[in-house]
């Protein structure tokens, strides 16, 4: 019963590690758009209190996992507030969000928001893929759908 015990408490542990989102600065994100090795990343901005964003995060699951052995990142940044990092955090476990999440704690938008695209007005979700090695570069405003990423 007690090596019963210790495995259930180090598969929790496990899984409430892995739902711990990091705080990050844009800078994080920056690199990531600076990357120029061949993935090819795919990078949404969303919030936990956006509904069409939590409606279209089943299609990044699904994304995520259709990948297989390709060279493909997703990463969820979320605009919550940092003081709701819990909140957050017991939402990827809820909903068993795979992805990596980060939250963005960078709250000077208009310094930030040109650098991820240009014609991007600062409403989520948003959806930015991007291969620096292949210069492709598509940029959304929108909900995306699964086929829409798998293009």
Not at 30 to 57: H, M, Q, R, Y
Not at 59 to 74: A, L, P, Q, R, Y
Not at 95 to 119: A, F, R, S
Request: contains cysteine.
């Amino acid at each position: 019963m007690k090596k019963f015990a210790v495995s259930l408490l180090l598969f929790f542990l496990s899984f409430y590690s892995q739902a711990q989102s990091e705080i990050v600065s844009f800078s994080y994100i920056e690199k990531v758009l600076k990357n120029t090795s061949d993935t090819t990343f795919i990078i949404n901005f969303w919030a936990t209190w956006c509904g069409p964003c939590v409606k279209e995060l089943p299609e990044f699951h699904k994304m995520n996992d259709s990948i297989g052995v390709k060279k493909i990142k997703i990463i969820l940044v979320s605009l919550d507030f940092k003081n709701n990092v819990r909140k957050l955090n017991s939402f990827v476990i809820k909903n068993k969000i795979k992805e990596k999440v980060v939250l963005l704690d960078d709250p000077k938008y208009n310094t930030w928001i040109d650098k991820v695209d240009q014609n991007w007005g600062g409403a989520i979700p948003a959806t930015l893929i991007i291969n620096n090695a292949t210069k492709y570069r598509n940029f959304s405003e929108s909900s995306v759908t699964f086929e829409q990423l798998n293009q």
